[in-house]
Structures are given as C-alpha cells and as structure tokens.
C-alpha cells in the first residue's frame, strides 16, 4: 500500500539555526518513516547511541518520538572558533511545550540562560532548547549555542550559503534525504568506492566534485537516488567509470545478499552530473541491512 505523499523541507526556524559553513544536512520526515517497517529498521540500525538515549529522555518528558515528531534534521558543521566538525539536531512537531517546561521545573532542572534562550541537560548527555513551541533544537553544548548564535545573527547561517540551498530545494520534498558539500561528496564517494578510491584516477576526479544529494523513499519498496554535481561533463564520466569498477571488483567479494545489492544499483553520467540509483523489496533490503558491505556503507 503506498504512503501518502510526504515532504520533509526545512522551516524557516530550523534554516536559520543552522551554520552557514555546513558540511552535510540530513532530514527525515518521521510521519512516512514510522509508517513503514523497513524505514524504522533502518533508523534503528545506523541511529547513534547518543540519540538513541536522547529519544528515551523525550519519553521522560512526555515526548513520544513516534507520536509527537513530524521531522528530524541533523546538521554537520565546521564551527568558526575551532577546528573539525560539530553536529546539531532540529526536531519538529507538536510539543506541549508549556507542559514540558512545567515538568522540568518540578524536578528542579533549570535552564542555562543564552541569548534569548534557555538550555536544558536531556539526560542523554545533550542539551536541548526551544526554538519555538513546534521546533526542539539540540546537540553538545558548544552545538547549541553555535546554533542560537546562527538564529540570533552573530554567525551566518544556512540561508547565506546559496550552493547548499540550492541542493537542498532539490531534494526536500522526498521523505529521507541528505546534502553534501565538496568536502562532505569527496570523503563519501571515497568511502562508497572502497579499494576503486585509490586508483590515480580518482585522486584527480576528486577535487572537481562540486556537492552531492541524495533521496530515500519507502513507499514502494526502497528506492534510493544519488546526484554528484562535478565540474564537468568528463569528470562525471569518469566517476561513473570508477564506480562501476568498484562495484564490479565488491561483487567478487560479497555475499549472495550483498550481489544481489550490487545488481540492482545502476550508474549512469550525463551533463556533469553522475547519477546512481537503487531499488530493493522491503525482505532484501532488511536483509541487506545484517550484511558487512552495509555496515559499511552506513558507518
């Protein structure tokens, strides 16, 4: 039975928390996911631990993820005062806000006041804020306030970075989906190609990979489409070549289930842009997921 029609795009709140300098965004529309059986055995399979408590301390506050979330976006960043990679999570849907802080207030946790805000410990090692009575913002602490910092306009934020939007309006209106930057495109193909990646050709695609986007939808089985934007229509060509090599070189090495994968993927090129697709039933998916060649993958 097919899902109704379900778009995951981000709010204008959730836009403006996120910094400007944003390595991937993923986004999952929660009402298609717990829908489905397979979109939930796969958030269980690659959900961090972290959020995975983050979820049960919901719970404590009265929040049932399955029930009151509608979206969950997480953000990858590199932060201005340091070096590496922070991450920050948006979650919307209907709170009871007023509720919650009711609740926090009875147990006596009292929130650290920044900016306009107020920052509360979930009990899962990360804070949380609100960002409006629907938008719960959270992550470590120098994570949130990177983002209230974002929203409040002292850094720059997702809507000043016009190739990253760009990526994303192409995508969010599907149920799952991610945008990747050049850094984020380079190591992810560098991953999705295995022992391909150290070819001499590779090293040379690399740096004119531009960004990358992908979308995962459950409605019918599991169809999975992935666009690499490169510089040029030979670069793509390429890369479509590299990665057909690659695959050729995993299905020598894997599994019946993992074969089976392999086979159903197609990779094709055209005008600077390679495209990959993957369709799968629900069983060989789920089965797909307890392979090694997924784990990974999804790592």
């Known amino acids: 039975m097919a899902l109704p029609a379900a778009a995951a795009s981000l709010g204008t709140n959730s836009r403006a928390a996120i910094p400007a300098d944003v390595q991937q965004v993923i986004s999952a529309d929660y009402r298609a996911m717990r829908n489905s059986e397979t979109a939930m055995a796969l958030k269980q399979r ?50 009871q806000t007023k509720q919650i802080l009711a609740k926090l207030r009875a147990k006596k946790i009292r929130g650290e006041k920044y900016r306009r805000s107020f920052i509360y410990p ?19 602490n120098a994570a949130v306030k990177d983002a209230i910092d974002a929203r409040d306009g002292e850094i720059q934020n997702l809507n000043s970075n016009s190739q990253m939007t760009e990526m994303i309006s192409a995508v969010e209106s599907g149920p799952v989906w991610s945008v990747l930057d050049q850094l984020g495109t380079q190591n992810m193909m560098r991953s999705a190609l295995g022992d391909a990646a150290g070819l001499a050709d590779y090293d040379a695609v690399k740096k004119r990979l531009v960004a990358s986007r992908y979308t995962v939808d459950f409605s019918r089985g599991v169809n999975f489409d992935l666009d690499v934007v490169t510089s040029d229509t030979m670069t793509a060509a390429t890369l479509s070549s590299l990665i057909k090599a690659g695959m050729m070189y995993r299905k ?31 069983k060989k998916f789920q089965s797909l997921m307890q392979s090694d060649l997924f784990a990974a993958v999804s790592r």
């Open 122 to 140: 979930s009990g899962a090692g990360l804070l949380f804020t609100f960002l409006d009575e629907n938008t719960m913002l959270f992550g470590e």
């Open 252 to 282: 020598m090495n894997s599994t019946p289930i993992e074969k089976a994968a392999l086979e159903s993927m197609s990779v094709d090129s055209n005008s600077g842009r390679l495209s990959m697709h993957f369709k799968s039933d629900d």
């Open 46 to 95: 690659v959900l961090p631990e972290n959020l995975k408590q983050f979820e049960t301390s919901l719970r404590a506050l009265g929040i049932s993820p399955e029930r009151d979330m509608e979206q969950l976006t997480f953000a990858a960043y590199r932060p201005t005062s340091a070096k590496g990679l922070r991450s920050v999570g948006i979650a919307t849907g209907t709170f």
